[in-house]
Structures are given as C-alpha cells and as structure tokens.
C-alpha cells in the first residue's frame, strides 16, 4: 500500500472520528433513558445521527488540528444531559450510564476489526473497496480503543471518575466528586508530564490486540495504522 498524503489520511480518519465520538455521547443517553431519566431522549439526543451531537470545536476543528500538527487525535462531543436524579437508583445508575459511552466504543472496535476481516478477505478482488475498509477499520480500532481507555481513567469529569464515584461509600464519593472542578487541570498535568502516557498507551495496545487477533489481525493491523499515523 502506497504512503497516503495528508488529505488521503484526514479522509481516513473522518468517520472513524465521528461515530467514534458521537456515539459514544448517545449510549450514555440511551443507558440513562432505560434507567429512569428521559432527559436526552425528550432533547433528541439517542440519535445514531452524528450531527445531533456534533460540537464544531472538539469534534471538527481540535482533532483535525491536532492531528496535522502532532499526529495524535483527541476530541469531544456535545455532552448528552443526564439528571441523575431521575435515576431509578441514582448513585448505582450513575456508574451504569458512565459505563455506557466506554461500551459503544469497545462494540464500535468489534465492528472496524470485522471491517477489516472482510477487506483482507476481499483482497486484491475489489481493491477500490478493500483498501478504505483496511485503513477505515485500523483507524477506527485505535481511536475508539484510545477513547475507551482515556474515558475509563479514574478522574472526574471521565467516565471512569463517574463509575468510582458511584463505587465509593457515600461518604467518600462525595469528598471525591468535590475534585471534578480541577479534573482537567489534573488530566492536563498528567498529560504533559507523560504519566498520562505511560499508564494509557500499553493499556490501549492490550485492548486492541484482544479485538484484533481472535480475528487473525494481530500481525497487520499496527502497520496499516502506522500509515495512516506516521
């Protein structure tokens, strides 16, 4: 396969990114519409339409541009607004809702790694439809591999902060909840001392080598993504 060129690599990546992203934002409100509060779905916000849950920064401008300039991806969509008080057991509930967003994005990895079964399949016998699936289906595995993994991460307002939160006695997950306002600071710091880094990226591999080699992708699946990535 030849190198793609960057306009070739962004092509690549954008549906990955989106459904990554967004659907992701609508499990949690259909997790929490099951469970008891009907706020993101009265809004219109259980959707498998992208656009309703499009922010134009953090899920266009920020990953593109993060992209060009550093060849990593980090994004975000409009968040879907969940009242926990609703809940039909809230503290519980809340954990279950966090959960959810992370669960679209492991069964998101399952469909890309089958993309990519079907274009080795395929082979050179639909070339003009074998190579996007390869390179979409590559992309898609470590996007939503790194989603999981950084949204799984104990620290408010992440999805994994929300699952301890809801673990904690009470007592304790309310002195826990009161650090969710420097949560990004700390996230940050984590980030740009490469602590952040070290704990994820092994992390991240681990999971895509599991969805990956019971389908016999483990040895081709870290060379597509370096051309798309490199």
Known sequence: MDELTVIQRIAVLILPLLFAITLHEAAHGWMANRLGDSTARM????????VRHIDPVGTIILPIGM?????????????VPVNFGNLNRPKRDMGIVALAGPAANLLMMVLWALAMRLAVSLGDSALWLAQPLLLMGAAGILIN????????????PLDGGRVLASLLPQRLAASFSRLEPYGLVILVVLLFSGVLGSVLWPLIGLVELLVAAPLGLSEIIYGVQGLIFA
């Open 67 to 79: 992209f060009l300039l550093t060849g990593f991806i980090f994004g975000w969509a409009k968040p």
């Open 145 to 156: 591999a790194i989603l999981m993994v950084l949204n799984l991460f104990p620290i408010l």
């Open 43 to 50: 809004l219109g916000r259980i959707s498998l339409n992208p």
